[in-house]
């Protein structure tokens, strides 16, 4: 990996989302502020947002976020799902920091570098370090962490092109014993059925809802798998849950949904977008 930056550079930032820092920090803001959450009972562990552009997926993923505003962590740790083809199950960055708009947020190396070893131990799975990754879904997530988690925070960034139950489960479990001794945030980053119908969009996101609701991670990768419901980081959510749960996450609250379509009025093909918390209630 000689030669690359440490900085990761942000390939979305002026098209995903804008690349004014004071724009973009009051669009964000004008999100966390919109979101009206019921009132939530015990310890966030983990959000489940979208990762759409922040036009179309930004009123859903303020929700998410909410959960967590004026929340501090050491540690967050964002799963997405790798939309490129790459060889590798499980992606992680070169990069000694992600850049966005709003800063740059620094990556946990020795995190990686144990996450990495508890995996080589039971299953022979990798991360695999890549450096100047165009993958928008983790990124997507990071301004919105900016503004809302309160001071800074180290990055743990993981990106999945594996279907296997498997090696999702190493690492959700693996993930929870890095994160035990910190003070630390899961974020599943995923959108929900794509281009369809609104109609057959409802109903095929109520099925990967429910199946989040379930706090079941072979729920999730079953209902992808039955087409009882579509989510393009499932196996990231998955991971998550598996991760959540090891940590006393015992429930799933379903905070908002919407559709591509909300915003464009275009109903005809349209993406889905859900926020959801993970609590550990007793």
């Keep these: 990996m000689a030669g690359i930056s440490d900085i990761r550079p942000s390939p979305i ?64 740790v964002v799963i997405s799902p790798m939309h490129g083809f790459h060889p590798a199950s499980l992606l992680t960055t070169a990069h000694t920091a992600y850049s966005t708009p709003l800063g740059n947020i620094p990556v946990d190396a020795e995190a990686i570098k144990e996450l990495t070893e ?34 800074d925070f180290h990055l743990l960034p993981v990106m999945v092109r594996t279907q296997s139950a498997r090696t999702i489960e190493i690492l959700g479990k693996s993930l929870a014993k890095v994160m035990a001794s910190k003070k630390s945030l899961l974020v599943a980053s995923t959108d929900l059925s794509h281009f369809y119908p609104q109609a057959t969009a409802q109903r095929l996101d109520t099925g990967m809802l429910e199946a989040f609701s379930s706090l079941d991670p072979m729920a999730i990768l079953d209902a992808e798998e039955t087409g009882k419901g579509y989510a393009c980081g499932a196996p990231a959510v ?45």
């Design 13 to 76: 930032a002026g098209t995903w989302y804008t690349a004014d820092p004071k724009r973009l920090a009051h669009q964000v803001d004008e999100y966390l502020a919109a979101a009206k959450l019921p009132d939530l009972h015990g310890e966030v562990i983990g959000i489940i947002a979208p990762h759409a552009g922040h036009r179309y997926s930004g009123p859903t993923a303020g929700y998410a976020f909410r959960a967590i505003q004026r929340n501090s962590y050491d540690l967050v």
């Design 118 to 151: 508890l995996m080589l131990q039971q299953s022979g799975a990798d991360l695999f370090p890549v450096a100047n990754d165009g993958e928008h879904s983790l990124e997507i997530e990071l301004p919105f962490l900016q503004r809302a988690v309160e001071g």
């Design 238 to 282: 998955a991971a998550v849950m598996w991760a959540a749960r090891e940590l006393g996450a015992n429930k799933v609250e379903i905070l908002h949904h919407s559709t591509s379509g909300d915003v464009t009025g275009d109903y005809n093909q349209v993406v889905g977008y859900g926020a959801a918390v993970l609590l550990k209630t007793g």
